[in-house]
Nanobody, 114 residues
Framework: QVQLVESGGGLVQPGGSLRLSCLAS????????MGWYRQAPGKQRELVAR???????TYADSVKGRFTISRDNAKNTLYLQMNSLKPEDTAVYYC????????WGQGTQVTVSS
């Protein structure tokens, strides 16, 4: 059983930055494709960013140039650096191991508001 624990969310003003972390209970970060997703109230969960085992990254158009996904294999940790945050980035952010079956973390709330 794999456990994923997100942290780093919080309240930030528009234009601010946050870094989310996703700690895995086992050494899976470098082996599997990992993703960050988000779900805003009343909306479907959507992909934010994804990193493959080879390091290839993809981003949603809405976050390109502002968010960066990365990982620290030694720490079994996935990161999402979020800069120039906007109110529309407000959501619960989840990390996911992109396998079948998939594994999800419990989520961390990000609120962008003045």
């Amino acid at each position: 059983q794999v456990q994923l624990v997100e942290s780093g969310g919080g309240l930030v003003q528009p234009g601010g930055s946050l870094r989310l972390s996703c700690l895995a209970s086992r050494s899976i970060i470098s082996i599997y494709t990992m993703g960050w997703y988000r779900q805003a109230p009343g909306k479907q969960r959507e992909l934010v960013a994804r990193i493959s085992s080879s390091g290839l990254t993809t981003y949603a158009d809405s976050v390109k140039g502002r968010f960066t996904i990365s990982r620290d294999n030694a720490k079994n940790t996935l990161y999402l650096q979020m800069n120039s945050l906007k109110p529309e980035d407000t959501a619960v952010y989840y990390c996911k191991r992109e396998t079948i079956p998939a594994y999800w973390g419990q989520g961390t709330q990000v609120t962008v508001s003045s």
